[in-house]
């Protein structure tokens, strides 16, 4: 059996690499570009509103005795401000992947991100 010299075992390890490095930024690439995300806020006794994330935008709702500020940037959304006594809400950050959520539980609203094709069923 031949065994494979320095250079070539160099040059192999090279060529893995730059497969593995190719095949991440497509995978990766596709994924961002293919799946356009919304949120769906839920208010509580079937009432949702769905919220594109593609275009900057604050949102106010006033929601019995408090008003929640959601604000929509760079395609993520997050509790800007609640009149809520905890402010936990603020404290989830930024949501930018699907499944991500966040809670205002003394408001009693909850945001969920989807696909949009998702979405439209719910």
């Given at each position: 059996?031949?065994r494979?010299?320095?250079?070539q ?36 006794d079937?009432v ?5 994330l ?32 905890d ?36």
């Open positions: 059996m031949k494979l010299t320095r250079l075992k160099n040059l192999l390890f090279a060529a893995v690499l730059l497969l593995a490095a190719v095949v991440l930024f497509w995978a990766l690439r596709g994924r961002k570009q293919g799946e356009a995300l919304v949120a769906v806020a839920d208010f509580g079937g949702t509103e769905t919220i594109p593609d275009k900057d935008y604050d949102y106010l709702y006033d929601v019995g005795d408090y008003v929640v500020h959601l604000q929509v940037k760079d395609g993520a959304i997050a509790f800007q401000d609640s009149q809520c006594p402010h936990v809400c603020e404290q989830f950050g930024w949501l930018s992947q699907k499944d991500a959520w966040a809670a205002c539980v003394p408001a009693g609203v909850y945001v969920q991100l989807y696909a949009a094709d998702d979405a439209a069923v719910k």
